[in-house]
T-cell receptor, first 110, second 114 residues
Framework: AQRVTQPEKLLSVFKGAPVELKCNYS??????LFWYVQYSRQRLQLLLR??SRESIKGFTADLNKGETSFHLKKPFAQEEDSAMYYC????????????FGTGTRLLVSP | DGGITQSPKYLFRKEGQNVTLSCEQN?????MYWYRQDPGQGLRLIYY???????QKGDIAEGYSVSREKKESFPLTVTSAQKNPTAFYLC?????????????FGPGTRLTVL
């Protein structure tokens, strides 16, 4: 069975500090991993996906198959990064359902 | 914003009543989904539909029903059999082709049982 674990419910940092939101997964195949973000009063939206290998809003995430992790990182947090972040896994066989983690709330203080 | 719309934004229901949540998309997506979002539990899949006139149960389908008579529409009915229906409900859709299909989400409906 596929599972996504986000161990931190809340991560609180000061503006300018580095941020790392942890995500670990369990899946027997080669999954596709995503980070979704939900800003206050906005709808859930895709932040980035591992196959794109891109940086969005200064965030990056590297898929580590050995550690089965997909941590989200940003070197210098901004107040506007405060939001709810969800890590999600999509299996690469059969119908492509997303399995979400429980989410981490990031709070960036001035 | 367009794309996916959900109505109503807020919904109140008395115990024992069935209610239907609307979800419409104009993205020409084949696949549509319903999730339930509870604090500390993330998003859990209720039902999904790969194509018109077809739908499958997700992880927490008990007490819910859906229909997919049109490509654009995927309404969710919360029945009186759902033991704890108070939650935030999200609808999503995705294109059928391509790997890593992004799911696009609606603004959500907050259901409260009185």
């Amino acid at each position: 069975a596929q599972r996504v674990t986000q161990p931190e419910k809340l991560l609180s940092v000061f503006k300018g500090a580095p941020v790392e939101l942890k995500c670990n997964y369990s899946y027997s195949g080669s999954p596709e991993l995503f980070w979704y973000v939900q800003y206050s009063r906005q709808r859930l939206q895709l932040l980035l996906r591992h196959i794109s290998r891109e940086s969005i809003k200064g965030f990056t995430a590297d898929l580590n198959k050995g550690e089965t992790s997909f941590h989200l990182k940003k070197p210098f947090a901004q107040e506007e990064d405060s939001a709810m972040y969800y890590c999600a896994l999509m299996r690469n066989t059969g119908f492509q359902k997303l399995v979400f983690g429980t989410g981490t709330r990031l709070l960036v203080s001035p | 914003d367009g794309g996916i719309t959900q109505s109503p934004k807020y919904l109140f229901r008395k115990e024992g009543q069935n209610v239907t949540l609307s979800c419409e998309q104009n993205l020409n997506h084949d696949a549509m989904y319903w999730y339930r979002q509870d604090p500390g539990q993330g998003l859990r899949l209720i039902y999904y539909s790969q194509i018109v006139n077809d739908f499958q149960k997700g992880d927490i389908a008990e007490g819910y029903s859906v229909s997919r008579e049109k490509k654009e529409s995927f309404p969710l009915t919360v029945t009186s059999a759902q033991k704890n229906p108070t939650a935030f409900y999200l609808c999503a859709s995705s294109g059928r082709t391509g790997g890593g299909n992004e799911q696009f989400f609606g603004p959500g409906t907050r259901l409260t049982v009185l």
